[in-house]
């Protein structure tokens, strides 16, 4: 078993990290590899003015090689959190594609809450997670160290108080809209929040026009398609009663007039068959001048 007699740099600190223990920060040694040799990783036992306090595992280091070294729990420090999230209003507006994108901020304070009883002043390392690329740090002290899990901040603890550390995140978040299904109301608001110059809005507004456009020609052909069901299943009567009717003097008259009604439902057939020729002609024209229109707007700008 190799054994080195060597001095090495280090120095007592805390180390905070919520989730392995949320109350209370550990008791560490910030080693630092001054023997010029690599440490094989193992066991690892701390004394402290001659005593022991605590025991914890090294892993290997390469000379001159940092590392924080947590031993035992430090219960005079107690340690509460407080998050807050909030939005921020929107500041750019995008519309590329058919499609009108709001951008906003979404803004996460954690405030820590360090409440040291001891007599004795800490050096703390808080690790405070970092939970994908998207989150930027804003208005916070730079860390100490960014790992690929924790922002690494250092900072004093004082005896007898409570100290206050905030960590402010944000990112940028988008919410999309499709402007074909735009609709007046939705448009007042964009308006109202002043996302939109006046050239875009006279676009917008051209576009909800020929929306309503389409809907209606929608809806007539809906109509159509429905009286067209219902003389279908008149027919159908008509026939099963002229099917029933015999050759007898009393029925001609019967089977003469179910024949006319038929007649006239024929005639209404073929002229529904135009009618809906024609206004699904509409109704396609009307959809490929609002996709031209959309196609052409284009629009970016900070709000």
Known sequence: MPIVLKEFQGRPVLLYNQQNRSENPMRSVEFTNSTGLTLEGGPVTVLEEASYVGEAMLDTLKPDEE????????????????????????????????????????????????????????????????????????????????????????????????THFTVRQRQTLHSSFALCDVNNQQLGLWLEQKFLDAKTEKALRLIVELRGQVAAAEGCLQYLEKERGVIHAEEKRIRENLQALGDRPSEKDLRERLIKSLNVQ??????????????????????????????????????
């Open 67 to 162: 590392r924080l070294v947590p031993y035992a729990v430090e219960l005079s420090v107690h340690v509460l959190d407080n998050v807050e999230s909030t939005s921020e209003k929107v500041h750019r507006v995008v519309i590329r594609k058919g499609q009108l994108r709001t951008h906003y901020l979404h803004t996460r304070l954690t405030t820590y809450h360090f409440n040291n009883k001891s007599e004795r002043e800490y050096v703390v390392y808080l690790e405070h997670p970092r939970e994908g690329a998207e989150w930027k740090l804003h208005f916070t002290p730079e860390p100490k160290e960014i790992t690929e899990s924790f922002w690494r901040f250092r900072f004093n603890v004082a005896a007898k108080q409570v």
């Open 266 to 303: 024929e005639d209404r057939l073929e002229q529904i068959a135009q009618e809906i020729r024609a206004k699904t002609k509409e109704r396609d024209e009307l959809r490929e001048k609002m996709n031209q229109a959309l196609a052409k707007l284009d629009y970016e700008a900070e709000v």
